[in-house]
């Protein structure tokens, strides 16, 4: 019974485990990059604290092999020419995408929770 209540939990938690949220921040910039044959999303938030450390340009990144990729492109080029504060959803401690930017895993705008 123990063991069961103890995967419960692991499997409710571990997505926020193996995330870093960074809510009402700003994106202070948003750029898409073509390299081997991939498109790259990268942005940045005005508040850089928490992030990865092998994020050591302070960006995140997201390639167009994520089944996401468009939507989150759409998203951060409108929340960056309104000015809208943005809900980020990173990976924790990975910068897979690219090697000196934090793997993103979402972004929204306004009050919705991931």
Not at 5 to 16: C, D, G, M, Q, V
Not at 27 to 51: E, P, R, W
Not at 92 to 102: H, I, M, T, V
Request: net charge neutral; hydrophobic share 45%.
């Amino acid at each position: 019974m123990k063991k069961t209540i103890f995967a419960l939990f692991a499997i409710l938690f571990s997505n926020n485990l193996l995330a870093s949220d960074f809510t009402g921040r700003k994106l202070t910039g948003a750029a898409v990059y073509n390299h081997d044959g991939k498109s790259i999303l990268f942005i940045t938030i005005n508040d850089t604290n928490q992030m990865a450390a092998c994020a050591y340009t302070k960006r995140f990144a997201i390639d167009s092999t994520a089944a996401n990729f468009q939507e989150m492109v759409s998203i951060a080029m409108m929340a960056y020419a309104t000015g809208d504060a943005v809900h980020i959803k990173g990976i924790k401690d990975s910068c897979n995408y690219w090697d000196n930017a934090q793997d993103l895993k979402g972004i929204a705008v306004g009050s919705i929770p991931f």
